[in-house]
């Protein structure tokens, strides 16, 4: 297909001015996809596959979604329908960006295969377009648009990197029938060793000193989200410090106090 012959999806209009009634919608076509995909993995969620479930000719569905792009474009999008941006941006940016980032990470464990699916061009489907309105809005008052896409990268890039890493540690578990504790016993006399080397000091404080590593999965992502969201406020005007940041930092004045003064 050439740049002239495209049509981005988002503009081919669902059904037609004129004519019958579509038998199927996009939206039925791409919920049967992504339970496709859930149970049986990416590949599973052909054309053919989905037809099947529900009870349409395969050949048909391409009326509706014209290509396999356009149907990962959809499936996207609608994945991203399930972050919770309700209230978005409430005036406390921290609190805002923790919460989209915990949403987007557990959809990210919900749907694994996403990973596979993610692009560096975005399409601009309208619920990935309600998350930046919303979530880019939270910071929108305080920095240019310029900083505000820098930070959102480091976020975003943060919250990929974790949902992945923990992606694929539960792939490595499945595939390989060892599970992490295991593979920590398995590795315990080679890493034995390494200590008692002494050649590398830094790997041996990670291993004696770290608490992250004994931390729930959930916690060692919270532990490493406070310290993103610490990077964005350094990056803020001091104006724009988010009440969750003065709370836990202990500055809040108690209601009496405040009261009194």
């Given amino acids: 297909m050439t740049d002239a012959e495209y049509v981005n999806i988002w503009m081919r209009p669902e059904r037609p001015a004129r004519g019958p009634r579509p038998a199927y919608s996009r939206a039925q076509i791409t919920a049967s996809a992504i339970r496709i995909a ?3 993995g990416l590949e599973a969620a052909t054309m053919r596959r989905i037809a099947a479930e529900i009870g349409a000719g395969a050949m048909s569905l391409y009326r509706y979604v014209p290509s396999r792009d356009d149907l990962l474009e959809l499936m996207a999008d609608r994945l991203q329908g399930e972050i919770d941006v ?4 409430s005036g406390d940016w921290r609190a805002d960006l923790a919460r989209y980032a915990d949403g987007l990470r557990a959809m990210w464990l919900r749907h694994p295969w996403i990973a596979t699916v993610q692009r560096s061009l975005p399409s601009f489907g309208p619920n990935q377009l ?4 919303r979530v880019m ?4 008052a305080h920095v240019s648009i310029d900083d505000n896409l ?3 990268a480091i976020l975003n890039g943060y919250v990929e990197g974790a949902a992945r890493e923990e992606i694929s540690w539960a792939e490595e578990v499945r595939s390989s029938g060892v599970s992490e504790s295991e593979w920590m016993a398995r590795s315990g006399p080679y890493v034995e ?3 008692k080397s002494g050649e590398y000091p830094i790997f041996s404080k990670i291993v004696m000193e770290a608490h ?3 931390l729930s999965r959930d916690d060692q992502f919270r532990h490493g989200l406070q310290r993103v969201l610490d990077c ?3 990056a803020l005007p001091q104006a724009a410090e988010s009440p969750t940041s003065a709370h836990r930092e202990g500055r809040e004045e108690p209601d009496g106090a405040r009261a009194g003064s």
Avoid at 130 to 133: A, F
């Fill in 137 to 140: 809005g939270a910071l929108d």
């Fill in 38 to 40: 859930d149970a049986e």
């Fill in 212 to 214: 992250r590593f004994h």
């Fill in 232 to 234: 964005i406020a350094a």
């Fill in 86 to 89: 309700e209230g978005m941006p």
């Fill in 193 to 195: 060793q390494l200590l």
């Fill in 150 to 152: 820098a930070l959102m």
């Fill in 130 to 133: 309600l998350v930046i309105e």
